[in-house]
């Protein structure tokens, strides 16, 4: 029995293919963009769904079943770097952020994944820049929502070593999006 149990995989999870993984938690490729039937999309191509409450944002995330990223899972998603991509600072150009100068290249937000030089090493798309993403407050702190990675229109810190922007109240609805998150679940040979 405990041979048994020792051949199956149960190391083996495996995030859906619209996520990245890293370890066990999985994580979403792209920022969400809400279907009709309220439930988060992680795709390549689209608007992200912004205007949205914290609360809103984690009920999209549930509908996909999974949950808004905590605040450290989100920065996990940076691979413990200093930037998504590495210790360099971007070049003007490489994320939908405002240039050094402060000049905005977007008139709105961009489509996922359309600046792809701004993504993680691991694949993640986007945590710097084009839309605000809330965040759920990590287990054991203080209850608090945060926005992470600056805008289109306002860049910021590192979103990997800064401090998350605290906002106002949970029930604010601005320019902030969501980004789901999951655990990584026992690939079972059957269900392949
Ligand atoms: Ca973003």
């Excluded at 190391?11 to 066990?24: A, F, I, S």
Aim: hydrophobic share 40%; glycine share 10%.
């Amino acid at each position: 029995m405990i041979a048994l149990l020792a051949w199956l995989p149960a190391c083996d999870k495996r995030c859906p293919e619209e996520m990245v993984q890293l370890g066990e938690l999985c994580i979403d490729r792209y920022e969400a963009s809400v279907a009709a039937d309220g439930r988060a999309r992680s795709l390549p191509g689209l608007k992200p769904t912004v205007g949205l409450t914290h609360a809103q944002a984690a009920a999209a995330c549930r509908s996909a079943s999974k949950r808004l990223c905590y605040d450290h899972e989100w920065v996990a998603a940076c691979g413990g770097r200093e930037w998504p991509w590495g210790s360099e600072a971007p070049v003007d150009g490489q994320c939908p952020v405002p240039n050094a100068n402060g000049d905005k290249p977007l008139d709105d937000l961009a489509l996922t994944g359309s600046f792809p030089r701004c993504g993680s090493v691991e694949g993640v798309q986007d945590l710097y820049g084009n839309a605000w993403e809330w965040t759920a407050p990590d287990p054991g702190t203080p209850s608090a929502s945060a926005k992470r990675g600056g805008a289109w229109y306002v860049a910021g810190p590192s979103p990997c070593t800064g401090a998350p922007f605290i906002m106002h109240d949970p029930g604010f609805a601005g320019t902030i999006a969501a980004r789901c998150c999951s655990d990584a679940r026992v690939a079972w040979p059957w269900a392949r």
